[in-house]
């Protein structure tokens, strides 16, 4: 039983919300310490790395727990005041973590309560107190742009009206078969300042959605020129593609290693070709470019529980500001936002949009309830969080407080200025695995829609980049920036030591993407990363409803 005194109030642990169960560790906790909360001198039972949490009061199984307000799941045991909240004894009120070794059966049968929950709109309270009320969130974000001049930029003008930060000229795999030829042609051009990048699509067959993703990636606004490169024997529609990107007015060409002779000859005519394409696009018209020109993306990867203190939240002040100023913002994935159905809802800037949101959050669920458990990984356990509505209140938080303008696939662009919810999960009973293996593959999807930047908040840790758009990391945890510096863009970890306020750090994201969008190279561009990934999927056709 866990010693309760009654003291003096000490920081050691952090209430955020007055609804909440549980309190969450701001610094590391050793076992057997003595911490100050709210009035109560708490013994802690076991240690605990920062992030993670414990019971506020006494809480009998069965119980709900709440964190930023929301309920996050329930108690499968008796806990003690002071005693850790995690696998042991609270289990999610939808589908089950995915455990080293498999899902854990003895959650058995949850989706489909989770998803009765996600139907009726009653899985989780009515505010998410981490992200900010949105009247306010709006017109602080309103008082920034005005106080603050926005340096202009220019960008690469293109034939559709569009502009690009970047003026990359992509060498184009069409099968996997022609993926070293690619990669040859382009290392001819290396170093990390190289604007020549290798991207392509892995699969002999054919695929709707990989057609229209590697479409949208080659015409692209930071993108000039491509080099498409095949086997020849492949179902992939060359013909199709080329055509596409050449009604852009970009430069084009194509080869086929079967009909140049194969890799020597194939090789030696691309990087022949790819100096004719660099030619070409360095004559490319740059023009001024505003705020309201822009696509940003956001995505979390790595995460753990500071994600939802600093980093996440900080993207969404950015968000405000961005959106605010007239840009697209693009947040994702539906299947780590199980639980804020109804957040969604509400901040839909119609009755239409609204039940569309809702309605991909219930497609997520059914989708991996079919694979088993949750979009929630061992990393992401040891982070801290323990149930999928907890690591969504988190990813919830990059989408700050504007009101959202609607729903998107890959490859589809936001039609105007606002906010988008990008929806990454398949339509349909799984065919190919998991909707996306690795962040990488989200990475490319929010490309696919056109983001110039993509926003990348990490708690445990990533190193990855993009081709195509640079990549701005944002590190929530600080034990992980003092590990990971020289990856990093943004330390977001401050926030939690008090050196920085969410809104500081929020202005300087809003900051780091005009820098970036006037050619300050990122961590993970200055590095060299060029990660690129693309595979299969099935998606429906957007009702004209889902689009403000």
């Given at each position: 039983m866990t010693n309760v005194t009654q003291q003096t109030t000490s920081p050691r642990l952090m209430r955020l919300h007055p609804d909440d169960d549980c309190l969450v560790a701001i610094r590391p906790l050793r076992s057997g310490e003595t911490v100050l909360v709210e009035g109560a001198s708490v013994e802690v039972e076991a240690d605990m790395p920062v992030g993670h949490k414990v019971a506020s009061r006494f809480l009998a199984a069965g119980e709900p727990v709440r964190k930023c307000g929301a309920v996050i799941g329930r108690t499968t045991a008796d806990v003690d005041v002071g005693s850790p909240l995690h696998l042991h004894n609270l289990e999610s009120n939808y589908l089950p973590a995915h455990l080293v070794g498999g899902a854990d059966a003895g959650q058995a049968g949850l989706a489909a309560e989770g998803r009765a929950l996600v139907a009726s709109g009653h899985g989780t309270s009515t505010a998410l107190p981490a992200v900010a009320d949105g009247a306010e969130a709006r017109r602080r974000a309103h008082e920034a742009n005005q106080a603050?001049?926005?340096?202009?930029?220019?960008?690469?003008?293109?034939?559709?009206?569009?502009?690009?930060?970047?003026?990359?000229?992509?060498?184009?795999?069409?099968?996997?078969?022609?993926?070293?030829?690619?990669?040859?042609?382009?290392?001819?051009?290396?170093?990390?300042?190289?604007?020549?990048?290798?991207i392509g699509f892995p699969g002999c067959y054919p695929n709707e959605y990989?057609?229209?993703?590697?479409?949208?990636?080659?015409?692209?606004?930071?993108?000039?020129?491509?080099?498409?490169?095949?086997?020849?024997?492949e179902?992939?529609?060359?013909?199709?593609?080329?055509?596409?990107?050449?009604?852009?007015?970009?430069?084009?060409?194509?080869?086929?290693?079967?009909?140049?002779?194969?890799?020597?000859?194939?090789?030696?005519?691309?990087?022949?070709?790819?100096?004719?394409?660099?030619?070409?696009?360095?004559s490319v018209e740059r023009v001024p470019m505003e705020v309201a020109e822009l696509v940003v993306g956001t995505i979390c990867g790595g995460s753990d529980s500071t994600s939802l203190?600093?980093?996440?939240?900080?993207?969404?002040?950015?968000?405000?500001?961005?959106?605010?100023?007239?840009?697209r913002c693009i947040f994702e994935e539906t299947g780590e936002l199980i639980g804020c159905e109804e957040h969604l809802?509400?901040?839909?800037?119609?009755?239409?949009?609204?039940?569309?949101?809702?309605?991909?959050?219930?497609?997520?669920?059914?989708?991996?309830?079919?694979?088993?458990?949750?979009?929630?990984?061992p990393g992401n356990l040891a982070g801290g969080l323990t149930t999928i509505e907890e690591k969504s209140i988190g990813a919830y938080a990059k989408s700050g407080s504007s009101a959202i303008s609607g729903v998107i696939e890959p490859g589809e662009l936001p039609v105007a200025g606002g906010l988008y919810l990008l929806d990454v999960v398949p339509d349909g009973p799984p065919q190919f695995g998991y909707p996306n293996i690795n962040d990488t593959t989200e990475v490319v999807e929010l490309i696919a829609c056109g983001s110039h930047v993509v926003l990348f908040t990490t708690g445990r840790g990533s190193v990855v980049g993009s081709v195509i758009s640079p990549v701005v990391k944002v590190c929530a945890n600080p034990e992980t920036y003092q590990r990971m510096s020289d990856d990093m863009d943004v330390d977001a970890g401050r926030i939690l030591l008090g050196a920085a306020s969410l809104d500081n750090v929020g202005d300087e994201i809003f900051d780091?993407?005009?820098?970036?969008?006037?050619?300050?190279?990122?961590?993970?561009?200055?590095?060299?990363?060029?990660?690129?990934?693309?595979?299969?999927k099935v998606f429906r056709s957007l009702e004209p409803s889902c689009l403000a």
């Open positions: 603050q001049s926005v340096p202009g930029f220019v960008g690469y003008l293109r034939s559709d009206g569009r502009k690009g930060i970047r003026n990359h000229l992509l060498v184009v795999y069409l099968v996997e078969c022609a993926h070293h030829v690619a990669r040859e042609i382009a290392n001819g051009f290396g170093g990390p300042e190289s604007s020549v990048e290798v990989a057609q229209r993703v590697l479409t949208a990636l080659c015409t692209h606004p930071n993108v000039g020129g491509c080099l498409l490169v095949s086997l020849g024997c179902s992939f529609d060359r013909r199709a593609l080329r055509d596409a990107v050449k009604a852009t007015g970009r430069w084009v060409e194509s080869l086929v290693i079967q009909h140049e002779g194969g890799t020597v000859r194939t090789v030696n005519s691309g990087r022949a070709l790819v100096e004719e394409g660099l030619a070409q696009i360095a203190l600093t980093a996440n939240p900080a993207v969404g002040r950015a968000f405000d500001r961005l959106v605010a100023a007239g840009a809802r509400s901040r839909a800037m119609s009755r239409e949009i609204g039940e569309e949101l809702a309605a991909r959050v219930v497609k997520a669920a059914v989708y991996y309830e079919a694979l088993g458990h949750a979009s929630i990984a780091l993407v005009i820098a970036t969008a006037t050619g300050a190279p990122t961590r993970s561009e200055a590095l060299g990363h060029r990660e690129f990934q693309l595979g299969y």
